[in-house]
């Protein structure tokens, strides 16, 4: 990332902390620049973050490490990262009509990590998100080993985390991640 990308993405980034405080009360812009300062990888992954569509805005900080969280805050789920399987294994066991890829592979070579499920509720206390579209989560080996994944979307007012085959992908299904840095 060259100079002139790095300062539009920290003025995108800037913009979008000021207008949404609510989401990260009590975090100072300059603690998190100084993050950033000192782990330039970040700003490769909030690049693509960005670039895919998932509008990267602080949502915590982390009391025991000092981390700050960014998280994918686009109202739906970002149009870049759609139409995906859960993971490699769910890609390689599709015979015919193979997605693109795969929500956990894309979040790795991102650099990011698919939400769990708390980040994921913690995420949809923030505001309305998903309304009409849904979003891989973080699924437990167990469930995982018997073929399924998780995914959750927010409908009727409420938030529900469902369950699918991982194998299966839909237009309207991607995935959030989100970025400690």
């Known amino acids: ?17 000021d207008k949404h405080m609510p989401r990260h ?8 620049l100084a993050r950033l300062d000192a782990q330039p990888a970040a700003w490769r ?3 693509e973050m ?10 915590a900080r982390d009391a025991a490490s000092g981390q700050i969280v960014f998280c994918d805050c686009a109202a739906e789920t970002p149009a870049g990262r ?20 795969s929500a956990v592979a894309m979040a790795e070579a991102m650099g990011i990590a698919l939400l769990t499920e708390a980040e994921y509720h913690a995420l949809q206390a923030l505001g309305p998100f998903d309304t009409k579209t849904s ?18 979307d927010r409908r009727y007012g409420r938030v529900f985390i469902y369950h699918n085959g991982a194998p299966s992908y839909y237009a309207v299904r991607g995935f959030r991640g989100s970025l400690r840095v």
């Open 135 to 152: 979003s891989w989560l973080q699924t437990p080996a167990d469930v995982r080993k018997l073929g399924g994944a998780l995914f959750g």
């Open 82 to 101: 759609r139409s995906l399987c859960y993971d490699p294994a769910a890609l390689d066991s599709r015979k015919e009509h193979k997605p693109q890829g």
């Open 25 to 32: 009360a009590g975090v100072a812009w300059a603690d998190v």
């Open 45 to 47: 992954s909030l690049a």
């Open 50 to 59: 960005e670039a895919t569509g998932g509008e990267p805005d602080v949502v």
């Open 1 to 17: 990332m060259n100079t002139t990308e790095r300062d539009t993405l920290l003025r995108t980034l800037k913009a979008r902390f």
